[in-house]
């Protein structure tokens, strides 16, 4: 066991896993770090671990108050606890032994209103605040996350070597950026979740074609995800994605594991504010929004299985197992291109979110920077984060990613393809939400004009909301009923 000569550089508190490799990690960049956890027995496991992982300069503390007093000024303190009442409860037992100038740093998957609340609260202390979104699950945490760091600039600047040294690296620099003001940081980490949400979503519709309108085996879809992750489609999600199809169920001896997954979606929160968020901003997410209620409707397990059995007893004929003849290169090279197509539309719809929100809150965000902190380290890391973040480099004003040049050919390019994938879909009877959102997205989108009109004449007619004219300034209200019954006004 490493023991403390000197001060700690800085401090971290909770110690669950994410907890431990982040300290772990921390430590193994050679800044000393002391770690603390309720649960004593969470304490001696980091430090042991720190002495076999390399006897990095990590060093266990038992009560706040030693906690507190081992981390040199002025201090920093990571928390890394169950959003809510937890972290209000760990900055209470730590604060009291924390002095003007000292910052908290709070780690977890929070919502943002509640950050922006305890940097009222800390700033009445003299205390600094970071909200800070952490991204890329326990192994990023222990080797390199992507990191955003929201509140007190100035808190930012007492730690910004630690956590570009702790980062994931890509060629552009370390994964990690002063967000902005305010909740920003955890703002930006839960549209990260939602664009998670989104592409996990279409990654499993890409799946359910090509397993079932296809007919491809496992070993085949291990095969066609690898050679994916080689070209445009590179990423995260595709790799492992392609590694789960060749894991074989060892608990019953045949077949993979995959298949005997029960088909029910867990989540924790994150998707869901993306969606209030995108409702309050009048931000349309539909891609985002299909893959919340996608995981919604996975729950009804029971319910879908007694559906499937009525709607069998009154004659529904199923058509997901009846393949027929396929051409499935066609097929692949088509999912494919509907797959990348959907996918941009959803980055899109996360960065309208963030722009939205950072008019409103005044963050003044900068989207092409917040692509390329997202290029290694988080869930959503992709090759063509690169793409985005040149787009947002070139206009950043862009009204919408879908119009970047570059992205507007992709989009004709593929269209083609995605529409006989959404079309084939259909036909199958197989659900496809989030490719079909995303879809509708870049029809409504491209269209100059929409039927809308009718939308609001209907408003007028029942409700004297008033409706604008295309050929002329102003706001007009029509007596409906009279006129469509030939009556003069």
């Known amino acids: ?12 508190a909770g110690l669950a896993v994410m907890g431990q490799n982040l300290a772990l990690n921390i430590a193994e960049k050679g800044f000393p770090i002391s770690v603390y956890n309720r649960t004593t027995s969470k304490v001696d496991e980091t430090v042991d671990r720190a002495d076999r992982e390399g006897h990095l300069p990590l060093f266990g503390q038992y009560n706040p108050k030693d906690f507190v007093l081992s981390i040199q000024r002025p201090r920093s303190v990571i928390i890394l606890v169950k959003a809510g009442a937890p972290v209000d409860q760990t900055i209470a037992a730590l604060s009291q032994y924390m002095e003007p100038g000292d910052t908290i740093i709070d780690g977890g998957n929070e919502w943002y209103e509640n950050t922006e609340r305890r940097i009222s609260d800390a700033s009445s202390k003299g205390l600094l605040y970071l909200g800070m979104g952490v991204s890329g699950g326990e192994d990023g945490a222990r080797h390199g996350p992507s990191l955003m760091p929201g509140g007190s600039h100035r808190a930012y600047l007492n730690i910004k070597d630690i956590l570009g040294k702790v980062a994931a690296q890509v060629e552009d620099g370390p994964c990690v950026t002063y967000i902005g003001e305010g909740g920003s940081g955890n703002f930006v980490k839960m549209i990260h979740n939602g664009i998670e949400y989104g592409d996990m979503q279409l990654i499993s519709e890409a799946y359910d074609v090509l397993k079932n309108a296809g007919g491809l085996s496992n070993s085949e879809l291990a095969d066609i995800f690898a050679d994916w992750n080689r070209g445009e489609l590179e990423s995260f999600l595709i790799e492992i994605t392609a590694d789960i199809f060749q894991v074989k169920d060892f608990e019953s001896g045949h077949g993979e594991l995959v298949d005997k997954i029960l088909d029910k979606t867990g989540m924790k929160g994150t998707g869901k504010w993306t969606v209030q968020q995108a409702a309050e901003l009048s931000i349309a997410a539909p891609t985002i929004a299909a893959s919340l209620d996608s995981r919604y409707l ?5 319910e879908r299985e007694a559906a499937a059995e009525i709607f069998k007893g009154q004659g529904f004929k199923e058509e997901i197992n009846n393949v027929g003849v396929v051409d499935k290169k066609r097929l692949i090279d ?12 959803s980055y899109a719809q996360g960065m309208n979110l963030l722009r939205a929100k950072s008019v409103e809150k005044g963050w003044n965000l900068n989207l092409g920077e917040l692509a390329r902190i997202w290029k290694g380290g988080c869930i959503i890391r992709a090759v063509f984060l690169d793409r985005i973040k040149k787009a947002y480099q070139r206009n950043p004003a862009l009204a919408n990613l879908l119009v970047d040049p570059e992205f507007a050919r992709e989009m004709v390019q593929r269209q083609a393809a995605w529409r006989r994938v959404v079309g084939l879909a259909i036909q199958k009877g197989i659900s496809v939400p989030g ?3 995303s879809l509708q997205y ?12 009718l939308v609001q004449a209907q408003r007028d007619y029942f409700g004297a909301h008033t409706y604008e004219r295309i050929d002329r300034p102003g706001s007009y209200h029509t007596e409906w009923s009279k006129h469509a019954r030939g009556a003069t006004v």
């Open 1 to 12: 066991m490493a023991t403390a000569d000197a001060l700690s550089r800085i401090g971290l």
């Open 298 to 302: 996975s729950g009804l397990k029971d």
């Open 334 to 345: 088509d999912v494919r291109q509907a797959l990348y197509a959907s996918k941009i539309c």
């Open 435 to 437: 490719m079909s959102a």
């Open 442 to 453: 870049f029809d409504t989108y491209r269209r100059a004009r929409l039927p809308a009109n």
